[in-house]
């Protein structure tokens, strides 16, 4: 048990849009290992870190955030779980 880490990966755009000032879903590499409720924080590119929690795993690749974004996040960026159950 630790936190996880995983990349932002390119924006998922056919129903959802993630990645941007003012959006709930984040995109990452991978969602394996990660719950709701998690801990989490998001670098933007501004240089800061958004901290959130998980509110939903939409897919292997798509989670649901409970507060907005509030800068733009691009590909490559760190998505850290500090609550991850992975072992």
């Known amino acids: 048990i630790g936190q996880l880490e995983t990349d932002i990966s390119a924006a998922y755009y056919?129903?959802?849009?993630?990645?941007?000032?003012?959006?709930l879903y984040v995109s990452v590499e991978?969602?394996?290992g990660m719950s709701v409720d998690d801990r989490i924080a998001v670098h933007l590119d501004s240089?800061?870190?958004?901290?959130?929690?998980i509110d939903g795993i939409l897919?292997?690749?798509?989670v649901?955030?409970?507060?907005?974004?509030?800068?733009?996040?691009s590909a490559?960026?760190?998505?850290?779980?500090?609550t991850s159950h992975n072992s």
């Open 14 to 23: 056919s129903t959802h849009y993630s990645n941007v000032a003012g959006s």
């Open 30 to 32: 991978s969602t394996a």
């Open 47 to 53: 240089g800061d870190a958004h901290l959130a929690q």
């Open 59 to 62: 897919s292997a690749n798509l």
């Open 64 to 73: 649901l955030l409970d507060t907005v974004l509030p800068g733009l996040v």
């Open 76 to 82: 490559g960026n760190r998505f850290i779980d500090y």
